[in-house]
């Protein structure tokens, strides 16, 4: 579970989140969406200590953030924003691998992770391949592997389908899919509804700092209206 309350994020003059109240529970799928600027990214890097609050807390299974950064780190897995700017190794496996092995883990265990997060989004015994070689949407299943490998409770996936052509697209939006069907908390950020509302069970909006609707995919679109938001087609 994660438990945001009132929190406040300011930079230097400007107030990014506004008092923004939100619970995201286990094995939930939650789509977050909002123009631009509306505080979504800031919010997220909240979950798992990347900033600290002006106000207001954020609790991960009911430990203050800030009190435990190493097990927010552990239970809010994040894959941010290009994710191809962010490998740490040349080929699939290695990268990986980064996480668990600085976790100081066994290397059996260490090999169970990659094996099991590569089997997750697919791309089983590709772990020798060079990332460079891979296409966008390999990539991001690569930096959701990653991201796995830490056996997260909550993935968060900032913009996970920017630049994504629709194969791809559809393919990371299968694998977020399976993966809530085993048990694991989704969020995805996007400014983009296509697709991804069927499968969640609730959107949050946010604008200007604040969540503006917060609800069930169906009743929530109907109050789009207005919000600068692209509606699902
Ligand atoms: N490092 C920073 N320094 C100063 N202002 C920032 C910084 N990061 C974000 N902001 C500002 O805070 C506000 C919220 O930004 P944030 O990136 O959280 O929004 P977002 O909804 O994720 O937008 P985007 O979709 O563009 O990533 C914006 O006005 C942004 O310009």
Request: charged fraction near 25%; glycine fraction near 12%.
């Amino acid at each position: 579970m994660i438990d945001v309350s009132g929190l406040v994020h300011r930079y230097g003059e400007a107030t990014a989140l506004d008092g923004v109240d939100l619970g995201i529970d286990d094995g939930e799928f939650v789509v977050l969406a909002g123009a631009n600027g509306s505080g979504k990214t800031t919010l997220v890097r909240h979950w798992n200590g990347l900033l600290d609050p002006d106000a207001g807390t954020v609790r991960v299974n009911g430990t203050r953030v800030d009190e435990d950064l190493v097990a927010a780190r552990t239970a809010v897995g994040m894959v941010f924003q290009e994710p191809r700017d962010g490998f740490v190794a040349a080929t699939v496996g290695r990268d990986v691998a980064f996480g668990p092995e600085n976790l100081g883990l066994p290397r059996r265990e260490v090999d169970e992770r990659v094996a099991d997060a590569l089997d997750a989004v697919n791309l089983t015994g590709r772990g020798d391949e060079r990332i460079d070689a891979l296409s966008g949407g390999e990539r991001e299943r690569v930096a959701i592997a990653g991201a796995l490998a830490m056996r997260p409770d909550h993935l968060v996936l900032d913009e996970p389908f920017t630049g994504l052509d629709a194969p791809a697209r559809g393919s990371v939006l299968e694998r977020l899919c399976a993966l809530h069907d085993a048990g694991t908390s989704v969020v995805v950020v996007t400014h983009d509804l296509r697709d991804v509302l069927a499968p969640a069970d609730r959107l949050v909006v946010m604008s200007d700092g604040s969540v503006v609707v917060n609800d069930a995919p169906g009743a929530a679109v109907k109050r789009l209206a207005g919000l600068p938001v692209e509606r699902p087609c």
